[in-house]
Nanobody
Framework: QVQLWESGGGLVQAGGSLRLSCAASVRTFSSYTMGWFRQAPGKEREFVAT????????YYADSVKGRFTISRDNAQNTVYLQMNSLKPEDTATYYC????????????????WGQGTQVTVSS
């Protein structure tokens, strides 16, 4: 069982930055592919970024490429999402997800989820 806790959300002006963190309670954190997703009100949950178990491979949604960076610290059981040049359309609840396999960019491919952290970008 993997438990995930996101933090770091908040209110920021357009063009600003936030860094989200996701702490995991699992002994073998390095065995899990980690991902970030987001969901805006009235919309489906969408893929943001994913990082491989060792952290060498990352993959981003086109909408955040060049602005967001996913990273992980396996010694600290934590995955991060650095978000720069934020836009109002980035406003959403951001979720951390984990899977022991090789998930793609779809929510149903991930087994474990955090409760989410709210990010609001004002114009």
């Amino acid at each position: 069982q993997v438990q995930l806790w996101e933090s770091g959300g908040g209110l920021v002006q357009a063009g600003g930055s936030l860094r989200l963190s996701c702490a995991a309670s699992v002994r073998t954190f390095s065995s899990y592919t980690m991902g970030w997703f987001r969901q805006a009100p009235g919309k489906e949950r969408e893929f943001v970024a994913t990082i491989s178990r060792g952290g060498l491979n990352t993959y981003y949604a086109d909408s955040v490429k060049g602005r967001f960076t996913i990273s992980r610290d396996n010694a600290q059981n934590t995955v991060y999402l650095q978000m720069n040049s934020l836009k109002p359309e980035d406003t959403a609840t951001y979720y951390c997800a984990a899977d022991g396999g090789r998930p793609g960019p779809h929510p149903h491919e991930y087994d474990y989820w955090g409760q989410g952290t709210q990010v609001t970008v004002s114009s």
